[in-house]
């Protein structure tokens, strides 16, 4: 009977601990926001077929192999108190219009030749600015 | 590496039904420039379905940044640090998107952080010239 009691109070502990967490993770988290997208990515169909983007603050960042779309890169500041190891990143209330037309992507070419090309990104080798 | 065709694409991926990327968000970097906290955030200009060759624009989007507090309060250095001059300000106001609505938040805390370490009965004496950088006006003198 007692230790029916124990584990029973032992689930009704764990359950309360559990809850405890959780209330206190959800109520310290904080957010800051920004509207997008910051800038008009263009798209055009290049010379030899391909799509060809065009943007100032654009950076490709797909693997070898993958499309090469490019990125937006946004950078926000967080408060003095916030702890940076913990930032994530979502983009809510998202909406893509399709451009017209079948596209053909090029695919991402491997690091080191994508060096020598315009609009070569920070996986390329690029510096990060921070 | 053996998995990409001889044309340089990924099979994975040009042979799969669905979009790519499939979250607009690839990378979470973040980084420290003097005393400001910098997150840098990847998002995708476009989505794009090989298969049929579909591509899609981000017309519209809200992007969110959630973070917890530090766990710990500021400590002496991190308050001095606050008191760091003013030479990256420029730079990060150029780089980051919401400098306008954030440089407050550290002035705040630097303002804050004094006011406690008076109340614990330190002597804080604010010269014109500090509270002229911290609140960026040319003739006032605070005491805490």
């Known amino acids: ?130 | 590496m053996d998995r990409i065709r001889s044309d340089g694409k990924d099979p994975a991926i040009y042979e799969q039904e669905g979009l790519f990327p499939k979250d607009p968000v690839v990378g979470v970097t973040s980084g420290k420039l003097r005393q400001w906290q910098i997150v840098e955030v990847a998002v995708a200009a476009f989505q794009y379905e090989p298969l049929t060759g579909r591509l899609y624009r981000l017309a519209k989007g809200k992007l969110v940044v959630s973070f917890r507090p530090k766990s710990t309060l500021l400590t002496g250095g991190e308050t001095q640090a606050l008191l760091a001059d003013g030479v990256a300000d420029d730079q990060v106001k150029r780089l980051t998107v919401n400098y306008a609505a954030m440089a407050p938040r550290y002035r705040g805390t630097l303002l804050a952080a004094q006011a406690a370490r008076a109340r614990q009965g330190y002597a804080i004496v604010t010269t014109n010239a500090i509270a002229n950088a911290v609140s960026g006006s040319s003739a006032s003198s605070t005491t805490l």
């Open chain 1, 1 to 130: 009977m007692t230790a029916i009691r124990f584990k029973h109070f032992g689930r009704a502990a764990a359950a309360g601990l559990l809850m405890l967490l959780l209330v206190r993770g959800t109520a310290h988290a904080e957010e800051v926001s920004v509207m997008l997208p910051l800038e008009r990515v263009t798209v055009s169909v290049g010379d030899d077929g391909f799509a060809k983007f065009g943007g100032s603050e654009v950076q490709y960042l797909s693997d070898t192999g993958e499309p090469a779309i490019p990125y937006m890169i946004v950078r926000t500041l967080l408060p003095p108190e916030a702890d940076p190891a913990t930032a994530v990143a979502a983009v809510k209330n998202r909406r893509f219009e399709e451009q017209p037309g079948t596209w053909q992507i090029r695919p991402t070419p491997q690091r080191g030749y994508e060096n020598s090309r315009q609009g070569a990104g920070r996986l390329a080798g690029g510096p990060n600015p921070l």
